[in-house]
């Protein structure tokens, strides 16, 4: 189906009443015009899901009870969706994305790919047999300024990487929420539904990825201290990592949900041989960048000096600020760009290069798994000082 000329036509599974990042996904894949949703089975109880489906204006055939329903009912479709979009709990992505793949459609999943490593082998395998797109909503390699740092650590500007410190912090669980009643935290601190990662599975994952891809490194080991703070929780909440890439580099990576001060405080410095890089995402317009020897400069968003990679992911002139939304939004483009590539039968141009998709969803969930079982070992890491 020619995707020249068009808006690509979004499905959705989740992100229903008083759901969080479905309505983040509809934003997003609206900003440039490039997706219209046209379809979707946006809640776990079908009659809500179909009524929240008309409320935004969905037509009545393609308001689905059902993730099931949808593909049945836009496989009759000429018109049907271009993509799917899962906005639904980590422990559903697999059937979902598995069935959306095996009938045909091109996919766009949230984070963690899945809830366990086999399911993520298992998904990553079938995309890759399949030639099925299947695109990962990491937000945070979104960000202009993001893309602009990967460029140039690329490029060599701060020499080799030495250290790569990351945190994802948060306040939000810092009371157990999910006996009061919080239904985003009840099934992200129930391992059949969130995976065996609480705090790592949920936003690690996000740190372990920005970290990979703005230096390029390959991990090669970890070793993991888990805590679980809010008592009778099954999951941990608090998570400390050390990395040891290939190479050399070394890493830090904390993630809390129990973090108070912080909402989204995601963090990054990048320490090389020759300079230093931090991104903050409260003030993401910036990147600080710091020769060796120098003076610290801050390079903004919109800047001439900038490259394609960032400037294609900018819109508005300097100044003027960019965020969350527009990240996202950055992401959606860059998934409508691979799409229309593909079936246009070309190479993407720069804003459909360099975006998540399905092995780098399985590379999170394999190392949220390293986490886990680095935890559950690391007694023999730990040593007592002498005892003085
Ligand atoms: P949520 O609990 O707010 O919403 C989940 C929605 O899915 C609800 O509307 C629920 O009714 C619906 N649902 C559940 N099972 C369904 C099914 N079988 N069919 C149709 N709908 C179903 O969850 P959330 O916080 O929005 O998280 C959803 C996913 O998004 C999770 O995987 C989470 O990790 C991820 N997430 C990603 C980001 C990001 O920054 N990229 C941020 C938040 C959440």
Redesign the pocket.
Known sequence: MSTARRALRLGM??????????NIHRMAARLDGQWQLVAG?????PDR?RAFALGIGIEAARSYG??QDLIEGELQREDRVDAVAI????F??YP?ARALIEAGFAVIC???LTATLADAIALAELARESGRFVGV???YSGYPMVHEARVRIAAGEIGTVRTVQVEYPLEWMAKPIEREGN??AA?RTDPRKNGRGGSIG?IGT?AYHLAGFVTGLKLRELAADLATFVEGRALDDNAHVLLRYEGGARGLLWSSQVAIGNSNGVRLRVFGEKGSFQWFQEQPNELIYTPLDGRVQVIKRGAEELSVDAKVRSRTPPGHPEGYLEAFANLYAGFAEAIRARTEGREPGPLGRNIPLAHDGLKGVAFVDAVVDSHEAAHQLWVTPVAV
Do not use: S
């Open positions: 599974v989740g992100g229903g009443e008083g759901a969080y990042i479905g089975a946006f809640d776990l109880d899901g059902t993730w906005c639904t709990p980590n559903t992505h979902i949230e984070k963690p909503t990491y937000t239904a985003q099934w949920d996000h």
